[in-house]
């Protein structure tokens, strides 16, 4: 994002799952804030990024995005029968 009277923004952006704070980065060149998780559990999550604003561009939220995310199990119990041959 660059505005030609402003140039471009600085600072931070805040990425939360609901009211979990998950990082905070410093937008790169471009004014890009990237975040990368495989922790997230199973279940409906809710995700929000806060600007932290700066001289030239004010403090902004995003609007909260919704996601399911389907946990693929990291335990599998295996039940079965032993047969014994007498011999």
């Given at each position: 994002?660059?505005?030609?009277?402003?140039?471009?923004?600085?600072?931070?952006?805040?990425?939360?799952?609901?009211?979990?704070?998950?990082?905070?980065?410093?937008?790169?060149?471009?004014?890009?804030?990237?975040?990368?998780?495989?922790?997230?559990?199973?279940?409906?999550?809710?995700?929000?990024?806060?600007?932290?604003?700066?001289?030239?561009?004010?403090?902004?939220?995003?609007?909260?995005?919704?996601?399911?995310?389907?946990?693929?199990?990291?335990t599998?119990?295996?039940?079965?029968?032993?047969?014994?041959?007498?011999?």
């Amino acid at each position: 994002m660059t505005s030609a009277a402003n140039g471009t923004p600085t600072g931070t952006v805040t990425f939360m799952d609901d009211t979990t704070t998950l990082t905070t980065v410093t937008l790169d060149a471009s004014a890009i804030a990237t975040y990368t998780t495989s922790q997230l559990s199973g279940g409906t999550h809710t995700f929000t990024a806060s600007y932290s604003g700066d001289s030239a561009f004010a403090v902004t939220q995003s609007v909260p995005l919704s996601v399911t995310v389907t946990a693929i199990p990291t335990t599998v119990a295996i039940t079965g029968t032993t047969y014994i041959t007498a011999g």
